[in-house]
């Protein structure tokens, strides 16, 4: 999946939070495979106490955070002069609790 096409999950979600399973690379290579963020898609999300925050890569508070926070691919990545970003997206589902 593209950044695009997460997106498009996020928006038709259906829930408070979701879940995003990404790899994150550095240099061309996964360094951190199966790593989770979170995007809050409620602005009050009632499960919000049920996160812990270190088991995440990262928490957005909006698609939008989402769409500016999260660098996707290499060539991104050095555009913006960032070490780490999402080489590949895999998964999109509902956040439950981290408990």
Request: one cysteine or more; proline letters at 2%; charged letters at 30%.
């Amino acid at each position: 999946m593209n950044k695009q096409e997460v997106i498009k999950k996020l928006e038709s979600a259906g829930c408070e939070i979701a879940e995003v399973i990404c790899d994150i690379s550095r240099n061309g290579s996964v360094v951190y495979p199966d790593e989770s963020i979170l995007v809050q898609l409620e602005t009050e999300p009632s499960n919000d106490g049920l996160i812990k925050r270190q088991k995440h890569w990262t928490v957005c508070e909006s698609i939008s955070d989402f769409k500016a926070g999260i660098v996707y691919g290499e060539r991104e990545a050095k555009e913006t002069y960032c070490k780490h970003y999402v080489s590949n997206f895999k998964e999109v589902r509902e956040f439950k609790t981290d408990f």
